[in-house]
């Protein structure tokens, strides 16, 4: 038998020493058989994920008992889904462990397309499964990776701002009272706050243009403590290499003195858009950094330090300099830009140690 097959007798045994640890976690004896069954019916084959199918699935003797324990597991019991989150790292993260370290802890959203109206958090907006508007859900997560595995450690449903204040949708649904709208960006801070006090192994954080283009969520990533490789949007502007915003103008001696930054129209940031085309050549390098599937992943790039522009004329120091790394693979019109919070002094297409290769691996993901 090759090393990388299992008899499936202790696959059997594997799984169902896994779920006697989430049944632990459902705070109620009575609650771990329909757990342990809708879990079970969850991998199964079948497009239909619903509880009927499965129970017609698992126990086609005895599908109306079956059907009504699952589905008071899911729809009605008061049992924690962060708890049991917990659970499953518990048991998974030091398995993922013993091949290597936690390196990066990853936001996303991710969106399921629904067709009626009545699903709590059901509505037009972007679902990234079908890449355009839809009709859908989306719930927010973090996880955490190793250089071999990634695993889920918290999840949460996105409640769009039209269903928050929406009151009969929500006595109707069953949404809790203290449920209030939230961005995405807040629900995934409050994820990473949440890791840190249970003292979960950090990594650096990646984070796709829809998060890492929001400045206060940045900000709040470093007020953490915490490296970051995120994604921003082509219209994030910069000041250019080794350039700043003006000092607060010189006070004349009446009125508040002057504390708010500067800049005028022959000293101005620029957008990430337009920096790359003002690169000179040997800015650029090809680089690789992993063997893929068919071939090694590689890609032309340039990294440079800037300091990020956004409002700094309503403050009084100048944002701190961070690495900004740019794809611009050979003979394509368009760039790609990733900003990296990096040690300092290390360019992440040098060396390529943790945060070099965290950058360019969620780059290739982007």
Known sequence: MSAHRVAPGAQAKRFAAYLDHLAQAAEHADRATPLKSYCTGLLLPGERKSVEPMAVRLYPENVRQAHQSMHHIVADAAWSDEDLLEAVRAYAVPHMEQKGPVVAWIVDDTGFVKKGTHSVGVTRQYCGQVGKQENCRVAVSLSLSTEHASLPIAWRLYLPEVWAKDGKRRKKTGVPAEIRFQTKEAIALEQIRTALKREIPVGVVLAAAAYGTDTKFREALTDLGLFYVVGIMSSVIVWRPGQ?????????????????????????????????????????KKVGWRQGTRHLLQSRFAAVRVRPAHRDFERSEPYSEQWLLIEWPQRRSRTHQVLVVHPPGRDPTQGLGQYGKAALDHRAGL
């Not at 009446?254 to 022959?266: A, D």
């Open 244 to 284: 700043g915003p003006l000092p607060a103008a010189t006070w004349k001696g009446q009125g508040r003195p002057p504390k708010y930054l500067r800049r005028n129209p022959r000293h101005a940031p620029v957008t990430v858009k337009t920096l790359p085309r003002e690169l000179p050549p040997p800015a650029w």
